[in-house]
């Protein structure tokens, strides 16, 4: 019986590499350096496939892989239809925010009650926060480079994700707003779990232990 795991290539790969290892998996193929979408693993029944980011909770639902790895915002975003989602794994670390232009009173046109035009690949999220304001927002969804819509006129403020805070101030853009923090999850398939159930309960545990380790370790 294989046991497949759906990473995107990234900081949630490369995340994942150190708790896969204290599970006992190593990954045997770089995804950086090779074109394939499935590799093997030091484990004969293990593989891993490589999808993008938002495709992940996909995979898993539809049961294209029996577990992945999503960001939170992904989950959000997917909405977690099919999803048993056993685990904070405390990786790939960010906050979703609001930002807006240096230049740009938030603060005030909220105060004021206007209509704020935001920008943002989340739009989910963004709805959801700011009718819990009574912000009155029209949203626009964009797939990248947020950053951009403040700058060129295309939106008052963005909804983005916020790690150091290196590209808003690269972007002469200031966080006005934390909605929430974010990290990954590691999601399972409902399916599979009752029909690998054994395999998947010990990649399941050890998944755990390894977080709980790197968390006794950080405080
Ligand atoms: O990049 P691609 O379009 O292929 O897909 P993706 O952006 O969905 O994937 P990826 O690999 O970039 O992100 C995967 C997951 O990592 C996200 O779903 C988040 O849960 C998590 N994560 C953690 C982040 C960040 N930190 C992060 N900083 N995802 C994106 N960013 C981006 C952010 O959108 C902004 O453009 O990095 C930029 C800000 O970073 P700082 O450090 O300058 O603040
Ligand atoms: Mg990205």
Redesign the pocket.
Known sequence: MTITLAL?????FDDSMPLLKAAGIEVLEDPEQSRKLILGTSRPDVRVVLV???DVPTYVQYGGADLGV?????LLEHGGQGLYQPLDLGI???RLSVAVRADFDYAAAVKQGSRIRVATKYTQCARDHFADKGVHVDLIKL??S??LAPLTGLADAIV???????????NGLVEVEQIMP???RLIVNQAALKLKREALRALIDAFEGATAARTLRAS
Request: aromatic fraction near 2%.
């Open positions: 995107s290539k990234g900081r949630i993008r980011a938002s999503a960001g939170h915002d992904i790939a670390r960010c797939y990248g947020m950053e983005d994700l916020v790690s150091t805070g290196n590209t808003l101030k690269a974010i990290s990954a």
